[in-house]
């Protein structure tokens, strides 16, 4: 898989490129929708790639193995035949979602055994089954099986975490290399860092992570509740460590000022649940600020939902008629808060590389962050 560079910022890390996959190119850096459980909730195709011009979406080895379960899958030829997306996709391998998602599970050398949220059968994911699973979904870019620490989390144990995800990662990669793609298209895995908010361990986990010589990197353990400058130290680190020339992965990010504070520092791909799941919740992101929508004082507001959008449904609809959508939990309102959201994102990532390319995008983010913030 190939990474073009296009451009650098000369007062920050940002790069603009272009990433090559089988089944299309992804311009970056880019904001990718997650599609957990093979649709981006509340939004249809038409819409991501009309509407929102999304060039990636996201799937979740975790969910589509529960539900539809790979044998649907695999029948019907891997899941851009199933859900009819022509583009790009990304599958996380898993693990994230077992600590995420269910209560009872235990992690040991082999792999990671759970029980289903749906109907508690339980279940294994080994990093051998995991690129396995990922083989059948079919997705053109695949996560290596990983062990997400906690934060906070003791020194010892992100050590202890970080040295077994180090071999689980060989698991990956020797079962990956060993193995062939089942749709006629090529797929490739990426590698994700770990090592907590620890300066030493990041070092260690981007060196062993380079190491692999893989098409990207990703870079895992960030966004689960540490403070912003913890997540930019960390980020730092290791962008300072893994290859110019690879596509770097920040995993779970992040809210619009996370991700141009993350862009600054050399990261190119993004993704995160923020703008589907809190735009179901009435959160919608501007570039003016952020809106509650259920507050009172949009009540009788009848300007549109975003004027400056080119997106329609931010033109033809009123805040007013939003707000009674999204109080009312009107199906309507989660789809168009959803889209909202997520046009103001893939908006936001583009912008950044326009400035990036004209070499602006250093002055830009630092106005834009200091407005990104305030609550309308
Ligand atoms: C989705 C996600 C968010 C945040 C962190 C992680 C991580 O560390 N590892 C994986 N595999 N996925 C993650």
Request: proline share 4%; net charge neutral.
């Amino acid at each position: 898989m190939k990474f073009t560079l296009q451009a650098k910022d000369t007062a920050s890390k940002a790069r603009a490129g272009v990433l090559e996959t089988a089944h299309g190119e992804i311009q970056t850096p880019i904001f990718m929708p997650v599609g957990t459980a093979g649709t981006v909730k509340a939004v249809h195709q038409h819409e991501l790639v009309q509407d929102i011009q999304a060039q990636i979406i996201l799937g979740n080895t975790y969910h589509l193995y529960l539900r539809p379960g790979l044998d649907v899958l695999h029948k019907a030829g891997g899941l851009h035949k199933f859900n009819h997306w022509n583009g790009p996709i990304l599958t996380d391998s898993g693990g994230y979602q077992v600590y995420s998602l269910t209560e009872v599970r235990k992690i040991r050398e082999e792999g990671v055994t759970f029980r289903s949220h749906i109907d508690g059968s339980k279940h294994l994911f080994t990093p051998e089954n995991v690129m396995d699973t990922q083989r059948i979904i079919g997705a053109d870019i695949i996560m290596a099986f990983d062990e997400c620490t906690p934060y906070p989390c003791e020194y010892s144990y992100a050590r202890k975490s970080l040295d077994m995800t180090h071999r689980w990662l060989k698991r990956c990669v020797d079962r990956f290399d060993s193995t062939e793609p089942l749709y006629g298209y090529e797929q490739t895995l990426f590698p994700i860092v770990q090592g907590s908010v620890y300066k030493d361990l990041r070092e260690k986990s981007a060196e062993v992570i380079a190491s692999f010589n893989r098409d990207g990197n990703a870079i895992g353990g960030l966004s689960v509740g540490e403070p912003a400058e913890e997540m930019y130290a960390m980020t730092e680190v290791v962008t300072n460590i893994l290859p110019q020339d690879r596509p770097r992965y920040l995993m779970g990010v992040g809210t619009p000022i996370n991700i141009l504070e993350n862009i600054a520092l050399g990261i190119d791909m993004f993704d995160c649940v923020m703008p589907t799941r809190n735009a179901r919740n009435g959160m919608l992101f501007t570039q003016h600020g952020i809106i509650n929508i259920k507050n009172e004082k949009w009540k009788a507001d009848f300007s549109p939902i975003e004027a400056e959008s080119d997106l329609l449904v931010d033109q033809i609809h009123t805040k007013a008629y939003l707000r009674h959508l999204i109080r009312s939990q009107e199906i309507l309102g989660a789809q168009i808060a959803s889209l909202h959201n997520l046009h103001f994102y893939l908006w936001l990532v583009k912008q950044a590389r326009e400035k990036i390319v004209e070499g602006t995008f250093y002055i830009w983010k630092e106005k834009m962050v200091k407005v990104l913030g305030q609550r309308l």
